[in-house]
């Protein structure tokens, strides 16, 4: 058989060539795949770290609020407690009153009763009656500034009752408006944390998508990766003719490129 007739010079070429162009190709396949291969594992990893940050930041949101529930329960019990104090206030208040407006009707004032000062004094013997009159008249004197004095003593009293009432229900009031805005803005910070926390609820969820598509892709590509791996390695798998023929004549070739190089190094 002869080489020229049977084309086989064509045929050897072409199939330098055709393999050369698979294997340049097979290298640019591979070369995609673990390229995209690593990028989609840094991706898988990054979104990793964002969920577990995300989810970190959402526990401590969901413990503000919950921080916030306790803070109105107390804002609650405080004011409860206040608006009780100020009831018991106002009742002090409207019996010290009502025991004002009595003494200014001179209702219920204790002084001395003429009668038992002296029970005898109308029934005793006229004797001198200059100084009678004037005994009498000392003694009156004396039950009259004995009662003003008590009298002055009780309003200054009631005055000071009503005066510490009045200082305290203020005092009550102030702290009850500050608790109510305590609470008010607490309520804008708990709004504000609870748009937040949905904020951040969409954006674990969105990204718990990402990463589960990102690692089906990763893991499709991984499956076709091994499956043209598979293919091109099981193709070089060769019979034992092709084996012997090829390695052979490749311990030959290699004696007739070293043999090659050594002339040109000598015609040098």
Do not use: W
Request: glycine share 4%; charged share 40%; proline share 1%.
């Amino acid at each position: 058989m002869k080489r020229k007739d049977s084309k086989v010079q064509e045929e050897n070429i072409a199939a330098r060539e055709k393999g050369l162009i698979i294997v340049r190709e097979f290298e640019r396949v591979i070369r995609t795949f673990n390229k995209v291969l690593e990028h989609k594992d840094n991706c898988a990893k990054s979104m990793e770290t964002d969920l577990q940050g995300l989810l970190k930041s959402l526990q401590e949101n969901l413990d503000k609020q919950y921080e916030i529930d306790r803070n109105f329960e107390i804002f609650n019990n405080n004011i409860e407690k206040i608006t009780l104090n100020l009831q018991q206030l106002e009742n002090e208040e409207r019996t010290h009153a009502g025991r004002y407006e009595r003494l200014l009707k001179g209702v219920g004032i204790e002084g001395d009763d003429p009668e038992s000062e002296n029970p005898s004094a109308s029934k005793a013997v006229p004797g001198d009656n200059d100084k009678d009159d004037l005994d009498v008249l000392e003694k009156l004197r004396n039950r009259r500034e004995s009662f003003l004095s008590k009298l002055s003593q009780e309003f200054k009293s009631l005055d000071d009752k009503l005066l510490s009432i009045t200082k305290l229900r203020k005092e009550l009031d102030e702290s009850r408006n500050e608790i109510r805005d305590k609470k008010a803005h607490s309520l804008e910070k708990k709004d504000a944390l609870e748009e937040e926390g949905k904020k951040l609820l969409n954006e674990v969820g969105r990204l718990e998508s990402d990463l589960e598509t990102t690692v089906l892709e990763e893991k499709n590509l991984i499956e076709e990766s091994v499956k043209i791996i598979q293919k091109v390695e099981s193709s070089l798998e060769l019979d034992e003719k092709t084996d012997h023929i090829l390695f052979s004549s490749l311990t030959l070739a290699e004696s007739a490129e070293t043999s090659g190089e050594s002339t040109n190094n000598k015609d040098q």
